[in-house]
């Protein structure tokens, strides 16, 4: 396995994520669109509404990201566990699949949430996302089978 490096993302790294985050979009059947991703990634960090966990390869090339989004539980038994966050992306580009790149940015993230003594992580995925599905079980995640999650779109 290749020595793969994470860190938190800053503005002065969206250029970095923009090709990574395409991606992750195009993946979703979205239109490949580099502006509206770089403004969408610079909104979100300027005004502190997501986390951005960066990953990079042996040669200092961005290779992966994981995108929080904050949210809150009413359900959970004390205060300070009442923040969860929304592990909303996760990408990892072609070329390093394989590569250990997804566990350490997962261990990163995980890794945070426990120091930062959050209630817990949660996230979705496409039902027909099975290979995910499989890596995240793998990595302890549970499938939640006791809530369903509903949209209404305006």
Known sequence: MNAVSVK??????VE???PLFDGYRQFYQKPSDLALSARILTVRLQ???SRVALAFDEQGEACGFAQLYPMFSSLAMSL??????LL????????ARGLGVGKTLLDF??????????????LETAKTNVVAQKFYEAQG?????????????L
């Open 8 to 13: 938190w993302a800053k503005l002065s790294d």
């Open 16 to 18: 970095c994520v923009v």
């Open 47 to 49: 005004n502190n509404q």
């Open 80 to 85: 300070e566990a009442t923040q969860v966050w």
């Open 88 to 95: 909303n992306d996760l990408f990892v580009k072609p070329s």
């Open 109 to 122: 993230v995980q890794n945070w949430a426990a120091d930062e003594k959050l209630g817990y992580l949660m």
């Open 141 to 153: 995640w549970r499938r939640d089978n006791d809530f369903y999650t509903y949209y209404y779109v």
